[in-house]
């Protein structure tokens, strides 16, 4: 009943704040934490505040995000196959747990730069697709990146070598079976409660994205940064299948090419702030967009890079594939047949 309680409010709220005229259509949208950083205020916010301009449709976008509407992340695709919204900027890994298919864009080791995060979302994101307008009523408009997590400590390191014992903070289950393959122990923990953890010695190193970590302070109480990517914190765009179908085929080409055009941005700006915050971190230059201070930077050996690479398919591969296998019939053989057909040699 509570639930229920909770989702009427959460229609009754998008209801109340929609003014479209009768004339013009409105979308409900849901969008990223206004915490989330960059991307969110710069690409995310003002092209959906545009979005008639970007589609060339006479449909608008009300526009809210997450954190305004006390939707839980690990609930969006359940909501947007309902309907309360027709579109939600996905969070992807928080969704997972409900389509374990989405985190084979994202396996630990998988993407180790830009390029190959490109080539994995075009390889593998027609599959996700496929299944979540099967099971959550959601099409699929594009995958970009916060980019690349890595590593911070707050004690000497020169690579992975030393992270034997080593009180790492994780997010998921995915990324705690790779810490632990390398003799490291994982805790996973919140974002919000890394700070004070690092602060207090309750973990020695924990992984992010150089912006986020930077725009929450965590060169203060750290003192190294390893920039090895063990993944790229993909996210997604979805629209309600139903709201969808109800575009003609030519008004969908419209929307698909904004999406398309959106999402070709977001990647070159996320690429942009990863730069800049790891610049920033170390203290070089330019250092435009994020705020400097001066960590030490471990410098990745082909040794590291070996390990992170042979992980993909000695840990993090498995341990998805017996998951995704019993949620989903051939799950891992279309990874095999799809993105495995490139980095499974």
């Not at 632990?180 to 996973?188: C, D, K, L, M």
Request: with cysteine; aromatic share 8%.
């Amino acid at each position: 009943m509570k639930k229920l309680i909770t989702l009427t409010a959460i229609a009754l709220s998008c209801a109340l704040a929609t003014t479209a005229t009768a004339e013009t259509r409105a979308l409900k949208v849901l969008g990223q934490p206004g915490a989330t950083g960059e991307i969110q205020k710069n690409k995310e916010a003002p092209f959906f505040q545009n979005f008639a301009e970007k589609t060339g449709l006479d449909v608008t976008a009300n526009f809210q995000t997450l954190d305004q509407t006390g939707v839980k992340g690990a609930e969006e695709l359940r909501i947007l196959k309902s309907g309360l919204f027709d579109i939600i900027s996905l969070r992807l890994q928080q969704v997972s747990r409900d389509s374990p298919v989405i985190m084979g864009l994202d396996l630990v080791g998988l993407n180790t730069d830009y390029q190959n995060g490109r080539e994995t979302m075009a390889e593998f994101g027609p599959v996700v697709d496929e299944n979540l307008q099967k099971n959550f009523n959601t099409k699929l408009l594009g995958l970009w990146p916060f980019g690349p997590q890595v590593l911070f400590c707050n004690k000497e390191i020169t690579g992975l070598s030393d992270l034997s014992g080593v009180k790492i903070r994780t997010d998921d289950q995915t990324l705690s079976k790779f810490i632990e393959s390398i003799g490291a122990i994982p805790v996973q923990m919140g974002f919000s409660e890394v700070y004070q953890s690092l602060a207090r010695g309750v973990v020695d190193c924990a992984i992010t994205g150089p912006s986020s970590a930077n725009a929450s302070d965590w060169p203060e109480v750290t003192t190294h940064i390893l920039p090895l990517s063990y993944r790229f914190a993909v996210q997604g765009y979805g629209m309600n299948l139903n709201t969808w179908n109800s575009f003609s085929a030519e008004e969908q080409q419209k929307i698909q090419a904004a999406f398309d055009e959106l999402i070709d941005e977001i990647w070159t700006y996320s690429e942009e702030l990863y730069v800049d915050a790891m610049n920033c971190n170390v203290g070089k230059t330019p250092c435009e967009l994020n705020k400097p201070f001066e960590l030490t930077e471990v410098p990745v050996s082909d040794e590291d890079l070996a390990v992170v690479s042979e992980g993909l398919m000695n840990v993090s591969f498995p341990a998805w594939a017996q998951v995704c296998d019993a949620s989903t019939e051939g799950c891992s053989q279309s990874w095999m047949d799809t993105v495995g057909a490139r980095v499974a040699k």
